[in-house]
């Protein structure tokens, strides 16, 4: 079992920048590969980044590229998602997920969080 919680959510103004956390607990946090997911209301949960167990594969969804950077310190058992150049569209509740792989779907991802609200206002 692995145990993960998400921290940092917050309100922002457009333009601005976030970065949220999420520390695992229970088994060995270097065996999983980590994911960013997000689900606004009245919408699917879609991915936005995830990392490799090494931290060197980054895929991101194309809405986020060049706007938030996915990082991982696994002395921490951390996971991090810095979040720039902020959007309304944006706003959404953030989960973090540990899977096999660094993959795009939800449903490849066996653990997750309880999600932390961001919201960007106009």
């Known amino acids: 079992q692995v145990q993960l919680v998400e921290s940092g959510g917050g309100l922002v103004q457009a333009g601005g920048s976030l970065r949220l956390s999420c520390v695992a607990s229970?088994?060995?946090?270097?065996?999983?590969?980590m994911g960013w997911f997000r689900q606004a209301p009245g919408k699917e949960r879609e991915f936005v980044a995830a990392?490799?167990?090494?931290?060197?594969?980054?895929p991101y969804a194309d809405s986020v590229k060049g706007r938030f950077t996915i990082s991982r310190d696994n002395a921490k058992s951390t996971v991090y998602l810095q979040m720039t150049a902020l959007k309304p569209d944006d706003t959404a509740v953030y989960y973090c997920?540990?899977?096999?792989?660094?993959?795009?779907?939800?449903?490849?991802?066996?653990?997750w969080g309880q999600g932390t609200q961001v919201t960007v206002s106009s």
């Open positions: 229970g088994r060995t946090f270097s065996s999983y590969a």
């Open positions: 997920a540990a899977g096999p792989a660094p993959l795009y779907r939800a449903n490849q991802y066996v653990y």
């Open positions: 990392v490799s167990r090494s931290g060197v594969t980054t």
